[in-house]
């Protein structure tokens, strides 16, 4: 599920086609390392 969406307490199953869309976009390999990325750099500042 997206972050944002988390965050203002939405649930993504109430709009099945942005749902498909965030899942869809999470599966792309740019994605991936880009969520790769921003973890690694979470990491090192906590």
């Known amino acids: 599920m997206d972050r944002a969406a988390r965050t203002q307490r939405q649930d ?23 969520y790769d990325k921003g973890e690694a750099a979470v990491a090192r500042v906590a």
């Open 12 to 34: 993504l199953n109430d709009f099945p086609n942005l749902k498909r869309w965030f899942d869809s976009i999470a599966q792309r390999d740019a994605t991936r390392r880009a």
